[in-house]
């Protein structure tokens, strides 16, 4: 059998796999038009779509341990997801935040997309 007959194939399959016709979803934009909107798959989202909320509430909630040592700290503990999570979601909620813009601003910072608009949130609760 020849060299090329057994890598070809082969190479044609990883290029169809990796194609983004093979995985449509890859090539949708999870960000909605006014930029503040993303699409998420962290364990800790808080699901709060068009409602108001406290977040400082929140974010003594999530940012466990009040800074982002401890909360990293925390959420490595927690496998299979913690040591992924973790560095994301403590950047982004153990970091003092007093307006929707700063909240924008994190989102993209520290890549964490939690599935709620920063305009949703209450800073001055």
Same mark, same amino acid.
């Given at each position: 059998?020849? *060299?090329?007959?057994?890598?070809?194939?082969?190479? &044609?399959?990883?290029?169809? !796999?990796?194609?983004?016709? /093979?995985?449509? !979803?890859?090539?949708?934009?999870?960000?909605?038009?006014?930029?503040?909107? %993303?699409?998420?798959?962290?364990?800790?989202?808080?699901? &709060?779509?068009?409602?108001? %909320?406290? /977040?400082?509430?929140?974010?003594?909630?999530?940012?466990?341990?009040?800074? %982002?040592?401890?909360?990293?700290?925390?959420?490595?503990?927690?496998?299979?997801?913690?040591?992924?999570?973790?560095?994301?979601?403590?950047? *982004?909620?153990?970091?003092?935040?007093?307006?929707?813009?700063?909240?924008?601003?994190?989102? &993209?910072?520290?890549?964490?997309?939690?599935? /709620? !608009?920063?305009?949703?949130?209450? %800073?001055?609760?």
């Amino acid at each position: 059998m020849k *060299f090329t007959s057994v890598i070809a194939p082969g190479l &044609l399959l990883s290029v169809i !796999a990796a194609s983004p016709i /093979f995985a449509p !979803a890859a090539t949708e934009s999870s960000i909605d038009s006014n930029g503040t909107t %993303f699409q998420s798959d962290n364990s800790t989202d808080v699901s &709060l779509q068009g409602e108001k %909320f406290c /977040f400082k509430k929140k974010q003594k909630d999530i940012c466990h341990g009040g800074t %982002f040592k401890k909360c990293v700290k925390y959420y490595r503990g927690m496998p299979p997801d913690g040591e992924r999570i973790g560095p994301n979601t403590c950047g *982004f909620w153990c970091t003092t935040m007093k307006k929707t813009e700063d909240c924008g601003f994190n989102k &993209l910072k520290y890549n964490y997309h939690p599935d /709620f !608009a920063c305009a949703d949130a209450d %800073f001055s609760c």
